[in-house]
């Protein structure tokens, strides 16, 4: 059974691998998930949990994923905003496990907007 | 909400708005009960507000006029016979209390409390949490930022994502999901 202390081990390899984060904030690309109660009762904490899966797996160290409250959109919750510097924010909506997958690896990898996930006209 | 952890998460969320530093969340069962509790030295709230806060039509957010949270599962514990109490004074802190019998046929499984705590950690905005689980007869499981921080050492982050999945697991290890046959 894994203790606390264990955690050690984790940090020994991270640091001989050297996956910190990149610490300059000017290239750090931010995903934030709204988490107000409607994002909640949504699906929000999946899709949260997968994004941090994702860039864990993915080794992104210039990507932080954070909560956000109330995006005034219950309709369209799950909410996902990406923000990649220099670039307008995008707003990704009725987001699930599966589509915060294609948004890491098409969006915030492969620099391509994953359009079928933006909102349309008829929300 | 279909599991109480998204419920504890839902409440914590309240707690990061009020600005806190320390947040506890609290989750204890026995055969009789299952007690879920959050507390914080976030902002607090005044007597006047704190009358009014478990009426969903009190909310001090400006993008929708109701705050659902609150009203939710002081409804879900009072369904499931159990009790609600909620604690606050202005510049202090909250504390929320919520039970459930345990073995109520409407009571709503803890669900993933791992990655509830997880969801938290991850964003822990200039705060400290503690998380404790006491299930009778067990021994408690305490995990708290302060201390997983000491033990990563200045060089890596707490929201580093593989340090998170690792706590992920650590939780799921050490808590035991059922009490006296009943699962939680
Ligand atoms: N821990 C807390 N500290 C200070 N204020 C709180 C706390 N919890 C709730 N509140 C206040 O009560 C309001 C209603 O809370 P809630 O029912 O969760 O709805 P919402 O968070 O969507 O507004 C919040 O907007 C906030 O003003
Ligand atoms: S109240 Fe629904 S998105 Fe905020
Ligand atoms: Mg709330």
Redesign the interface.
Known sequence: ????????A??DK??SEI???DSDETNEIRVVVG????G??AGA??V??TL??E??KRKLTNV????T????M?KLEPIVEVFVPNQEKVTYVHVNSEKAMDIIVNHIVNGNVCKDYLIKDED | MRELSLNILDIAENSFKAEATEIEIVVKADANFLTISVIDNGVGMDEEFLKRVTDPFTTSRTTRKVGMGIPLIKMQAELCEGSFDIQSTKWVGTTLTASFKTNHIDRPPLGDIAETIVSLIADLKGAELTFRYELEGEEPFVLSTKEVKEELGDTIPIDTPDVLIFIKDLIKENIKLSIGGFSL
């Open positions: 059974m894994k203790s606390i202390a264990d955690i050690k984790i940090r991270m640091q996956i910190l984060r988490m107000a109660t409607c909640i009762s904490r999946p949260f949990n941090i899966d860039v864990a932080k994923v954070t909560r409250g109330c995006l005034g219950c």
